[in-house]
């Protein structure tokens, strides 16, 4: 059964910083793209940044580039966002998504962490 399980969320004060974590679980981790993805309430879900499978790609929303980094433990399945000088805007849920490799298309996703940037 694949499980992706967040944590690290939190509220923190702009130019803050924190860092999400998801241990994956049910597959295996490595023969996967993953990513990550936020939401405003209201608002579609948006990918942030992702990691190929191979770990050596890793796309950003443009937002997000320099201040936000993917990396990836596949020892332990895990995946992580340290996320630097946060901005009010980043408010939102964010999700570990696992990526299906034929379409492209998310497959699983997280249940889902709120991050709130806020003083």
């Known amino acids: 059964q694949v499980q992706l399980v967040e944590s690290g969320g939190g509220l923190v004060q702009p130019g803050g910083s924190l860092r999400l974590s998801c241990v994956a679980s049910?597959?295996?981790?490595?023969?996967?793209?993953m990513s990550w993805y936020r939401q405003v309430l209201g608002m579609l879900r948006v990918m942030v940044a992702g990691?190929?499978?191979?770990?050596?790609?890793?796309p950003y929303l443009a937002d997000v580039k320099v201040r936000f980094t993917i990396s990836s433990d596949n020892a332990n399945s895990t995946l992580f966002l340290p996320m630097t000088s946060l901005k009010p805007e980043a408010t939102a849920v964010y999700y570990c998504?696992?990526?299906?490799?034929?379409?492209?298309?998310?497959?699983?996703w997280g249940q889902g962490i709120q991050v709130t940037v806020s003083s």
């Open positions: 990691i190929s499978r191979t770990r050596r790609s890793t």
């Open positions: 998504a696992r990526v299906e490799p034929d379409s492209g298309r998310v497959d699983y």
């Open positions: 049910g597959f295996t981790f490595v023969h996967y793209w």
